[in-house]
């Protein structure tokens, strides 16, 4: 069933009007439809049998379905006329916020050929949560027949949304209506409560495979998981559709957003976040269908760097990387605005818009973030210039993130570096210093982690700190060797590193969570990849790392032999 907006003259004058499809109606018959607000339904009773067999008589009629919105004193609040096949409500606005109460008002209309309730009629019970859905059917002499009706039901282990049932007639017993209302409001409620307590934001994630490499989606799948249970969401549900294209409005089907809709108000849940970048206008045509906030994952991992960022430094780089996602979104808001700002025939009037301003703070802001980070780096060059004139070498840890480079760093240098078993524990660099063998001293820096599709706004924000990389004498590119995805996790900071130009600087492959793999599959991966095993946590192999480092670095000629990729 679809829903049309409301007569605005019948509201205006108070007058309980028709909706729907009224055109070539009669006026007796308009005045039989309009008769029928003046009847009443016993409140306990889905339809009483008097009132199905007006309406299915009218239905028989018309030969159109015929449908009423009543209220839970049994009052009819609303007559609306379809054709054969479906009705078109009234806008009766959706349901959205009230996921505790449902909404008063049950639907009661025909089904010309007694079928049984369709997917539009289940889907207005959920989205609209209507107290219940029925459909009488009409017989071949006009009179009420088969009786069907479905409810909402919480949330439960089977998946389903509502309960169906049928009754053979309108004339046998009914059940009744507002204990199982009453009930079922009462379950809401107490799923709602156990949910606040949490604190938690609830989320529904959703991944889009366009190319077909399953395995690679459901792994890009679960690393969405990480990062948002790294957020502080908790995740209800997950879902992957395989498509050939992205849909341009809703980059999923249709459909699927139908089921995701249905599910999120089930579950009650706050958000849905995507795997891939939306464009300004999916984001908000996918708003606009389910009154969800709706996150991509560039705007998960900014999150993620707001809530991590401790240092000024760290603030400002967010920031601006957050401003650049935005701004286009912000311009999206309002193009029509936008282009009367010229002048001209339609141009003159009250000046500025809201919108242009907005546009322009953030452009402001944008240019005084990127004015106080570049004297950041001019700061970070003269420190770097002053090691250099030392002669220190650098040594940078890299890696994808929670690969365990803060342990490592921690490890080696008895340092205590936050390390958590999170994305992203860490944003901000960290050096120290360690002294090698034959009094020999090097400065290691530990850098923010890396991830496949890199907001590209969040590496220039982090300029200034990936510049640390530029003056490294030697590069340890961390990796789990224990994630299946280890190869994929490699290749995403190879790239990275290859954007930098930072593909010439000597690399030590260093395979990390070594101790969770069996012995012969650790000696497979050095044979065919080089580098060092090693447990940061048991801190074992940290030895022959370093020694692997200090020939790297201060033997003529060993980076062309020792570990380098």
Not at 173 to 201: H, I, M
Not at 365 to 377: G, M
């Amino acid at each position: 069933m679809e829903r049309g907006p409301f007569d605005v003259r019948a509201r205006r004058n108070g007058l309980k009007e028709i909706y729907g499809n009224t055109l070539g109606l009669k006026t007796s018959e308009q005045q039989r439809l309009r008769n029928t607000f003046r009847r009443r339904v016993d409140p306990r009773e889905i339809v009483s049998a008097e009132l199905a067999r007006h309406l299915t008589e009218l239905s028989h009629e018309l030969n159109r379905q015929v449908g009423v919105l009543i209220n839970r004193k049994g009052d009819i609040e609303h007559v609306v006329v379809g054709n054969a096949h479906k009705l078109e409500l009234p806008d009766i606005g959706r349901a959205r916020a009230g996921q505790i109460r449902l909404r008063g008002l049950r639907l009661v209309h025909t089904h010309l050929k007694s079928e049984p309730l369709t997917k539009d009629d289940l889907t207005d019970l959920a989205l609209l949560r209507l107290d219940c859905v029925a459909a009488v059917g009409v017989g071949n002499d006009g009179l009420p027949g088969v009786l069907h009706w479905a409810y909402l039901v919480p949330e439960n282990g089977s998946g389903d949304f509502w309960h169906v049932a049928t009754l053979p007639s309108v004339h046998g017993d009914q059940p009744d209506l507002l204990d199982t209302l009453d009930a079922l409001e009462e379950e809401f409620n107490r799923n709602a409560a156990a949910r606040t307590v949490s604190g938690r934001e609830r989320a529904i994630l959703v991944a889009v495979c366009l190319d077909g490499n399953r395995a690679r989606a459901e792994s890009s799948l679960a690393e969405l998981k990480e990062l948002a249970r790294t957020a502080g969401v908790e995740v209800v549900d997950s879902v992957l559709q395989m498509k050939r294209e992205a849909d341009p409005r809703y980059l999923i089907g249709r459909g699927k957003l139908e089921d995701l809709n249905l599910r999120s108000m089930q579950s009650m849940v706050d958000l849905l976040i995507f795997d891939k970048d939306l464009t300004p206008s999916q984001g908000r045509h996918i708003g606009d269908a389910t009154s969800l906030k709706i996150l991509d994952r560039t705007q998960l991992i900014l999150d993620i760097f707001a809530q991590r960022a401790q240092t000024a430094e760290g603030k400002l780089q967010v920031e601006l990387a957050q401003l650049k996602y935005r701004l286009p979104r912000l311009v999206q808001g309002d193009d029509s605005l936008s282009r009367l700002m010229g002048g001209g025939v339609g141009g003159r009037g009250p000046g500025e818009t809201k919108l242009e301003i907005d546009r322009r703070r953030v452009r402001e802001r944008i240019t005084n973030l990127e004015r106080r980070i570049d004297v950041i780096s001019r700061e970070r060059s003269v420190r770097r210039a002053q090691r250099n004139r030392r002669e220190v070498p650098v040594i940078s840890i890299v890696g994808y993130t929670n690969a365990g480079k803060s342990t490592l760093l921690n490890a080696i240098t008895n340092a205590e570096v936050l390390a958590e078993d999170k994305l992203f524990a860490t944003l901000d660099p960290t050096s120290r210093r360690l002294r090698f063998p034959q009094e020999r001293e090097v400065i290691i820096t530990d850098t923010v982690g890396f991830i496949r599709d890199l907001p590209k706004d969040l590496v220039a924000a982090f300029r200034a700190t990936l510049e640390e990389l530029y003056d490294a004498s030697l590069l340890l590119h961390v990796v789990d060797a224990s994630d299946p995805a280890r190869d994929d996790q490699v290749e995403a900071v190879e790239k990275i590193l290859e954007s930098l130009g930072l593909m010439e600087k000597p690399r030590l492959m260093v395979w990390n969570k070594a101790d969770q793999l069996p012995a012969d599959e650790v000696e497979t991966l050095l044979r065919s990849r080089g580098g060092v095993a090693i447990s940061a946590v048991k801190r074992e192999g940290l030895a022959t790392l370093l020694a692997k480092a200090d020939t790297t670095l201060f033997a003529e000629g060993a980076s062309e032999s020792i570990g380098v990729v």
